[in-house]
């Protein structure tokens, strides 16, 4: 029988650290909507303000479902608003007035262009927090350039790291630097927030372009090319730094991964592997040379492996306790029993799927958990919940029967 993640429950009442936090999104597709719901997750309201036929994330769909839509936006709101419209704009300054914080990743210039500038913000609001996602930054020849994440992770470095030396360098498979961003971001909105909040700051504005966080995790890249002038080669799984480290194919099929970045645990593999002469082996007696030989070392590991299957292998290096680790996919992960313990990997209400299988609440805290309060709304769901005690009544329908404020798809 198939195993099931742990089934999760929504619970609207539910108080997270944040509560109180208002956040007006006004961001499209990545790395915003995962800044914001990492807001979220822990208490703070979000806002996605969303053009009338929703947020362009939506329309990433499977199989007619939108998946990525449902798992970034948990625990949101959403306004449907025509921001082309002065009275559109109006009511994101109406909200932003009460709000902590406001994130937007729109061209730079475009909020300029709308009247919603950081100057013009703060003069309604000091104490906001205003997050301006973009490619390249608010500054500098590229400001006005569009910076999808592909972009980025080409002109970043990390392409021309990835992959095999007599291949094409390799963009990654998922939203790389749109995450990253995103992760950035929610640090550097805690530490603006704690300026405003503990120490009696005032708002202000954070450049967070996708470029520089990606940048700044590939290491000591630009220290080794002034030492070596060398341009660090793809080199596949195969580590530079250390050695042994790849991924070796079992008996059965299926892949392991196995990492001995120090010198214990690499002589510990060639021992473990029935050649203890190997550690004594000028090739391969230390890091340097294990990495200068890795080719050698890697034939010589990958020959062991291949001639077990992948539970004999786990089992035999997890016994002389040699770090290695399955090469999983996406099939045996929803499987896995670490998964399924830790609850990594919930089950939450859905009124497309049933259950809709997704992450936890990520990183576990021991006090403030964080909490699961509502499933991803539909487009203008939240439209007169919010907007009805802003503005009033009349105000209201009038920016309804113009269009600006769209009144969204109904809950089945």
Request: charged share 25%; with cysteine.
């Amino acid at each position: 029988m198939a195993k099931r993640p742990a089934k999760k429950t929504f619970t609207p009442s539910a108080r997270g650290p944040l509560n109180g936090v208002r956040v007006v999104d006004l961001s499209r597709l990545v790395a915003g909507n995962v800044l914001t719901l990492q807001l979220a997750d822990f208490g703070a309201e979000v806002i996605k303000i969303e053009p009338p036929e929703g947020d362009t994330l939506r329309s990433w769909k499977v199989q007619g479902v939108e998946t990525a839509w449902k798992v970034y936006s948990r625990n949101k709101k959403s306004v449907a608003l025509d921001l082309r419209a002065d009275a559109g704009r109006a009511v994101v300054r109406e909200l932003a007035r009460s709000a902590a914080i406001l994130v937007e990743s729109f061209r730079p210039g475009v909020l300029e262009d709308m009247g919603l500038s950081p100057a013009e913000l703060h003069e309604i609001n000091p104490r906001l927090v205003i997050v301006r996602i973009s490619g390249w930054g608010q500054d500098g020849r590229y400001r006005h350039k569009p910076g999808f994440g592909t972009l980025i992770e080409g002109y970043s470095g990390f392409a021309s790291m990835n992959g095999f030396e007599d291949r094409e360098p390799v963009l990654p498979p998922m939203y790389l630097a749109d995450a990253m961003a995103a992760l950035y971001g929610y640090g550097a909105v805690m530490v603006a927030l704690r300026e405003v909040e503990v120490n009696g700051g005032k708002g202000q504005t954070l450049d967070l372009p996708l470029f520089d966080p990606l940048f700044s995790v590939l290491g000591p890249q630009a220290a080794n090319h002034k030492l070596t002038g060398e341009v660090k080669v793809r080199s596949g799984s195969r580590s530079t730094n250390a050695a042994p480290r790849n991924v070796y194919e079992t008996k059965d099929g299926h892949w392991v991964c196995l990492s001995a970045s120090t010198q214990g645990m690499a002589e510990r593999v060639l021992v473990k592997i029935g050649r203890p002469e190997l550690v004594k082996d000028p090739k391969f007696a230390t890091n340097i040379e294990r990495v200068k030989n890795g080719v050698e070392l890697d034939a010589i590991i990958g020959g062991f492996i291949k001639t077990r299957d992948l539970a004999t292998n786990l089992k035999f290096f997890d016994e002389a306790g040699v770090t290695i680790g399955p090469v999983y996919d996406i099939a045996q992960i929803v499987q896995d029993d670490y998964v399924l313990e830790r609850e990594a990997l919930i089950e939450i209400p859905d009124e497309d799927m049933g259950e809709l299988p997704t992450h936890s609440v990520v990183p576990r805290l021991s006090g403030t958990p964080g909490a699961l309060k509502s499933a991803a709304p539909k487009v203008g769901e939240h439209n007169e919940a919010l907007l009805k005690p802003l503005l009033g009544d009349a105000e209201y329908a009038r920016l309804v029967a113009s269009g600006t404020v769209s009144k969204g798809a109904k809950k089945k």
